[in-house]
Structures are given as C-alpha cells and as structure tokens.
C-alpha cells in the first residue's frame, strides 16, 4: 500500500517508478480509501497497542493505492526496498527514507510474509481484480 502521507505529498509516481525499476510487476492496483472499519480490521494485528488509534486514524484520513506485485522472494525484496519502518534508520535510496517524514507516517506498506501478502490481498482485491 501506498498510505496517505505519500499520496497527499505527491509521491505515487516515483513510489511505483521505483517499485517497477526494482523488477516487480504489478498484477493488481487501486486507489481507494480505507473506511475505519476497514482499517481496524486489516490492523487488528496491532489493537492491543497503544499507537492502535492513531494508525487507523491516519490510514483514514485519505486515499491509498493498494496493489499486488509478483517477483520471485517478492515479500524479502519489497522489504528491502522499502526500508525501515523508521525512516531515519532506512538504507539511503529506500522508498522510506527518501518519501516517509516519520515512524508513524512511513509512506507504504509492505507484507511481512507470503501468507500475509495473501491475506492482505484478498482485503482489498477480488479474484477478478487480479490480472
């Protein structure tokens, strides 16, 4: 996902400019945005801590682009190339550090494993969203 901050600040193209130059391809994409409903539940990992609120807050607050990529070790590689969650941690020329402005405002989203990528993906595609 690209979360709201990104999108509000500009940075749709060059998030997918960098993701397609790094070999993924996007196999299904959205822009939408998420109900607070729909964040507490694709969240729901996280509602026993205390920045719960605050995030569904934020993933709420504009639109996102949801997307699908496939690429062999897809979920390593798309974690590599999106950075620390920390932005002031992230490797020089990750999405993070070059377009997230905080921990809590880290531009995109990526899945942690190739069962949550499937999970993830079923939360905002259907079957025949998916090319």
């Known amino acids: 996902m690209i979360k709201p901050d990104a999108v509000e600040n500009g940075h749709i193209g060059a998030i997918l400019d960098k993701i397609t130059a790094a070999g993924f391809k996007i196999v299904a994409m959205k822009y939408t945005q998420l109900s607070k409903r729909d964040a507490e539940e ?20 504009g639109p996102i682009v949801a997307a699908i990529l496939e690429k062999d070790n897809a979920v390593d590689d798309f974690r590599t190339l999106i950075g620390a969650t920390n932005p002031e941690e992230a490797a020089e020329g990750t999405i993070r550090k070059l377009y997230a402005a905080s921990i809590g405002e880290n531009a995109v989203h990526g899945s942690d494993s190739d069962e949550n990528a499937a999970i993830e993906s079923a939360f905002h595609f259907s079957g025949r969203e998916i090319f």
């Open 42 to 61: 694709f969240y729901a990992i996280h509602k026993e801590r205390p920045f719960f609120g605050e995030l569904v807050e934020f993933m709420t607050r």
